[in-house]
């Protein structure tokens, strides 16, 4: 049975662009650019600060310990120096529900929350943060219920049996509903305005930032904390952010009619069959496991793990054989992308740029790194970057067009340096921060080398584009595997182009204890 449904790029933009009431006449009226922010806590003009970040952080299955939590109060130390903390995306598992925020997001962040101390009683699309939370979609964020697993799912807990109950899936009564979970929780909703002049108040109230195209939301540390939109940028520092929503620019290409492409659709028919029985055979495992026995818990652990891969997998092999004949792109998002780009390499005030989304272009994670949707997502972030370059060339004096990009979506921690790529993508460092609570996963067997055909009809010439300086995830067998989850502290120092010096925070469980390595500090 499949676990996860997803709504396609054009339902997903549609939907959310009804959430904020994208275009109304009253945001139009009053020059109000919904894609930006500006962060109110009197610091903003500070050369020098830090950040914090996580990712694929919202699941609290681990039975009886909660990885998420460890890498949580391992930044409580952090979080007077710290200015704000991203969100790689996957706040919450599996399916994005309104009914597992309250214990794999408000639980777990609660002293980032204004009323935390109190957090059952923190209503999760009321949220207030004390230091600001900025989070994209991750792919689990959009999820929903298959009907037939949804009806199932809904019913009282004898019924439980027809799903594998000692496999914790964390799936409730429903899904996100199409993302609706993630922008009650953390954007400004303006589609609950209905009655006539309700909206305009609103507006008028906390949308009162300026900038240079006009206004736009004020974000106050404690008072109003909410995004305008699923993707956005704000200025810190003289750092310019930039926060996409990947999950509209992730739809590999359709397989292309000839006999090489009916036979590589066979292919990923016969393996999206084998994968099925995998999983089949992974839940009769389960099920003669016991629980409350700790060598069976690790070895459930294990098989939870496992069969999310596989969920992973089916998922990718379903995008690329049901990608429709002509491809939907969010081409809005990264047209987007692109003016906001050049716009920063106009400007004076601005000496970096840092972009954030959820699917990593370049990972060596066994799982992602040759994922359809990972080439996809590669693919439209290089066009971008190629044409902003074409228009900024006399400006960059040699930098990369963007000096640092973060990701999630791998369950790992991941520092990777492109090398000359032919393209715009060439010398960037990429990190990706997706080690905050879910199943770790194992790096790739062929190793820290990253290579790329150079032509799809000759498969024998390739050459390295990037190569892996860091991986921090799954490793060992055995009693001496280990599971060292992770999040990240980011440290800008003063200068054009930026350093940036990054800290990993890592919690390690090893042979059924925590235990909390050192890692050392690497600067960018």
């Known amino acids: 049975m499949k676990f996860v449904s997803e709504p396609t790029i054009t339902e997903k933009i549609r939907k959310m662009k009804q959430r904020v009431k994208w275009g109304d006449s009253a945001i139009v009226e009053r020059n109000i650019d919904q894609t930006s922010l500006v962060i109110d806590d009197g610091k903003t003009d500070d ?53 597992y925020y309250p214990k794999n997001f408000i639980k777990p962040y609660r002293e980032l929350i204004v009323g935390g101390e109190h957090y059952k009683k923190v209503a999760y699309d009321r949220m207030v943060f004390k230091k600001p939370i900025l989070p994209v979609l991750g792919n689990h964020d959009y999820y929903d219920l298959p009907i037939l697993f949804g009806l199932i799912s809904a019913t009282t807990l004898p019924f439980r049996r027809f799903i594998p109950s000692k496999l914790d899936i964390e799936v409730g009564r429903h899904g996100s509903h199409k993302g609706d979970a993630f ?81 590589y659709r066979l292919s990923l028919e016969k393996r999206r069959t084998e994968l099925e029985q995998e999983q089949e055979e992974i839940r009769e495992t389960s099920e003669k496991l016991n629980p409350n026995k700790p060598s069976d818990a690790e070895k459930i652990d294990d098989l939870q793990s496992k069969l999310s891969q596989i969920e992973e997998m089916i998922v990718d092999i379903d995008k690329q054989l049901n990608t429709p004949r002509i491809t939907v792109v969010d081409t809005e998002q990264l047209e987007w992308l692109k003016q906001r780009l050049i716009k920063s390499w106009n400007s004076s005030y601005v000496r970096g740029r840092v972009v954030y989304f959820h699917h990593p272009p370049y990972v060596t994670e066994a799982t992602k790194w040759e994922q359809a949707q990972t080439l996809a997502v590669r693919s439209r972030i290089r066009k971008v970057l190629n044409e902003v370059a074409k228009e900024v060339d006399s400006l960059t004096q040699g ?107 890592v919690a390690e469980r090893y042979q059924r204890e925590w235990h909390q390595p050192e890692i050392e500090s690497f600067t960018i």
């Open 47 to 99: 050369v020098e600060f830090s950040f914090l970040v996580v990712g694929d952080s919202g699941t609290g299955s681990h039975r009886g310990h909660s990885p998420m939590r460890r890498i949580a109060e391992l930044m409580i130390p952090h979080y007077d120096e710290c200015r704000f903390m991203l969100h790689t995306g996957d706040v919450v598992y599996q399916v994005g529900s309104s009914e």
């Open 399 to 505: 930098r990369p067009i963007v000096d640092l990009v973060l990701n999630g979506h791998a369950h790992c921690m991941e520092h990777i340096e492109t090398l000359d790529t032919g393209n715009a993508d060439s010398n960037i460092n990429w990190i990706v921060c997706g080690g905050s609570g879910h199943s770790l996963r194992r790096q790739r067997e062929e190793g820290a080398a990253l290579q790329e055909y150079l032509s799809i009809s000759d498969e024998q010439k390739s050459q390295v584009i990037a190569r892996s300086h860091l991986y921090v995830g799954r490793n060992g067998h055995g009693s001496h595997k280990r599971r060292p989850y992770s999040g990240l502290r980011i440290d800008v120092k003063e200068g054009s182009p930026p350093k940036f010096v990054v800290k990993p925070l």
């Open 183 to 263: 922008a009650r929780a953390f954007f400004d909703y303006l589609s609950q305005f209905h009655f006539p002049g309700e909206l305009a108040l609103h507006l008028d109230e906390y949308y009162t930032a300026k900038t240079d195209r006009g206004r736009c939301l004020r974000y106050v540390p404690g008072q109003f904390t909410r995004l305008p939109n699923r993707y956005y940028t704000f200025r810190y520092g003289g750092i310019d952010f930039f926060a996409l929503d990947s999950n509209t620019i992730n739809d590999p290409l359709p397989l292309p009619d000839t006999k090489e492409g009916k036979a």
